[in-house]
């Protein structure tokens, strides 16, 4: 029989590996000179994505499926936390022929 | 001969005199910093006119969107010829665009409602064509300083960009 301890224990390890997966990642993507790069990045529910706006300009990370929205201020970095998969295009609202491709698998 | 070109793209803007073309030299960084610095001020001019203005909620974000980023190319300039030691030399082409763009300010505030929407909008169409062309064929191809050029040229992206939005914006609106 499993002592109280361990049930606890064990309890901890299963809410732990829920509230954050084994291999989340933190993924760069830059906007620099109205470019997002890379254009096409995959990455998974959990992963991190760090927006590094290099222009003076500001710029947002905009989902077209309305999944996030993201404003990344002139010269600054922004990070957000990726909840949904899916194949997501997003663009600038402010520059729109700034486009990518966010692929989450789940 | 080119500053013609630029000042005969610039004309078509609006009705004007032929007098304001007559420069034909080639124009130097500091007139090339003041002339790209004064289209900034009068596209940043004519959008605050549009946020007081405008009715359309579409126009008014364009509007929104045009100072945030006219402002930004123009502190770029601003702290690019701080940087460079340059001083921002005044020229016939300058002073031309900036009475086209009074007089056109003026014209504008005449109109409200839809037909103001109308009239700025059709009028970033033709100012940011007009500038585009000018940074093209005109001022990249003059300046000499490596850190100007490229401001220019980021400029020219986004002013291209501004354009396709002042297309969008007027194709919506008919």
Redesign the interface.
Known sequence: MLSRRHLVAAALLLVGAMAVPAHAATIQVVME??VVSPAEISAKVGDTIEWVNKD???HTATARNGDFDVMMP?KKTVTSVLKKPGTIEYYCR????MKAVLVVAP | MMFVRLSAAIAALSLMSGAAMAQAAKPTDPQIAHIAYTAGVIDITAAKQAISKASNKDVKAFAQDMVRDHEAVNKQALDLVKKLNVTPQDNDTSKTLSKQASDKLAELAKLSGPAYDKAYVANEVAYHKAVNSALETQLIPSATNAELKGLLQTGLKIFQGHQQHAEHVAANLK
């Not at chain 1, 402010?94 to 022929?97: D, E």
């Open positions: 000179n109205l003076v300009f500001v002139a402010f520059h729109p022929n």
